[in-house]
């Protein structure tokens, strides 16, 4: 399974706190995702990156950041944490024939 | 912009029942397709894909999905569901950039003992 990490795996915060979620994966695979899963909505991609240091937008990427200075992390960081966050959040790691990886989710809630 | 389809959002089958969940795709170019099963309390896994060749693709746990590019369709099959099939399903299509994989909303399977 890409030995995906995700920690923490349940994180319950406040409004306006600084939220950092880590992905992790030890088998160097270049792309890695960040999305969230929402009732009625599925998954949405947040951002997703091709390389160290080389991230993009997805569709919902308003309120996050993303960071990834070596292969095996990639961090989805919330500045300031909304209530309209709460969310299971899926990190992803596509490996050979863009097969995706799934790590085992982060439940966030915004109080 | 690509964007996905699953027409259904609930499905209640008894044991046996067979199973059709719609897939639909908007994308002009070539497409990669994918269907993933999430299973209640655990994270998303791969059921089976299509890339090119065969357009009748075999997946685990005796699932097949058939791509036809007239109808832009994937739909999901299953002759004979089983209570172990409950979970949600989500179609995802991979077109053009890489990276940009677009997933459907998903549709909740339920099957009755």
């Known amino acids: 399974d890409a030995g995906i990490t995700q920690s923490p795996r349940h994180k319950v915060t406040e409004t306006g706190t600084p939220v950092t979620l880590r992905c992790h994966q030890t088998e160097n695979h270049r792309y890695m995702y960040w999305y969230r899963q929402d009732p009625g909505h599925g998954l949405r991609l947040i951002h997703y990156?091709?390389?160290?240091?080389?991230?993009d937008k997805g569709e919902v990427s308003d309120g996050y950041s993303v960071s990834r200075s070596k292969t095996e992390d990639f961090l989805l960081t919330l500045e300031s944490a909304t209530s309209s966050q709460t969310s299971v959040y899926f990190c992803?790691?596509?490996?050979?024939?863009?097969?995706?990886?799934f790590g085992s989710g982060t439940q966030l809630s915004v109080l | 912009a690509q964007s996905v389809s699953q027409h259904n959002h609930h499905v209640i089958l008894s044991e046996a029942a067979s199973l059709e969940l719609g897939c639909n795709y908007s994308y002009g170019g070539t497409v990669n397709l994918f269907w993933y099963v999430q299973y209640p309390g655990q994270h998303l896994q791969l059921l089976l894909k299509y890339f090119s060749g065969d357009p009748l693709v075999k997946g685990i746990k005796g699932f097949e999905a058939e791509f036809i590019k007239s109808k832009f369709s994937f739909n999901l099959r299953k002759p004979s569901v089983q209570w172990s099939d409950t979970a949600e399903y989500f179609c995802?299509?991979?077109?053009?950039?890489?990276?940009?994989?677009?997933f459907g909303k998903g549709t909740k399977l339920s099957v009755k003992p």
């Open positions: 990156s091709y390389g160290v240091k080389d991230t």
């Open positions: 995802a299509v991979n077109g053009g950039s890489q990276g940009n994989l677009i």
């Open positions: 992803a790691v596509q490996g050979l024939n863009e097969k995706l990886f």
